[in-house]
């Protein structure tokens, strides 16, 4: 039995918005993040009817959080079989790598430059929260407040293709985190780097946070190269 919709622990039905949209983009998250945190296991099988009967809504809104899905690489879709949760592919953490360097340093000086007062104060709070679920080795706060935080900075930008783009991208980038790096001591480094794009950010300094963001993504290339190449 999937349990898809959870509460401390407790599992519940989806909340039912008010349009098929909304209906359809809430699907979407609750499926990735079964996916992201291995509920859903790679390779596994599931079906449109059991996903609906699991988030108790209508099978529209979950063909389309699928068809999302597969377009980010997240699953397979096999007319008359199911869908198949796609295999993590660790060598293409590295192509994503790639696109999330010239996206996420552009980022950095449009956030930095176009970030609302209000938006630079919620930069500040993640930056704490990412650093407290890291020492606290909280894996679904760390990665709640890692979504929160390619949310905001890619809001900031005011560029609404950024944006679309980035959703894509970094949610690929959370399902190979949570399965290679979840056991290791690398969260903490993780999150005072995500900080220190944050508050740089915060703090106008688009030099720094271009920096910070380079900073990152070194970081978690090598990480990366780690996964594909284990030290011996």
Known sequence: MLSFCRDQGQPHRMAQPNSTDSLAETAYRRIEDMIVRREL?????????QLADELGCGR?????????????GFVEIHPRR???VSPIDVRR??????????LDTRVA???????TDAER?????????????ARQRDTIRYLAANRAIHGIKAAATRNSVIETMLAAVNGLSRRFWYSYVEDTDAFREAADRHAAVLIAIADRDGEAAVAAA????????RLTREAIEPKG
């Open 214 to 221: 380079e900073a990152l993504l070194d970081f978690l290339e």
């Open 41 to 49: 296991s790679p390779g596994a099988m599931i079906s449109e009817n």
């Open 121 to 133: 104060a919620e930069m500040r709070r993640l930056a704490a929260e990412i650093q407290d679920a």
């Open 60 to 72: 529209t809104p979950i063909r389309e959080a699928l068809q999302r899905l597969r377009l980010e």
């Open 109 to 115: 000086t449009l956030a930095a430059a176009r970030a």
């Open 82 to 84: 199911g869908v198949l």
């Open 93 to 102: 953490q590295l192509e994503l790598l790639e696109v999330r360097r010239a």
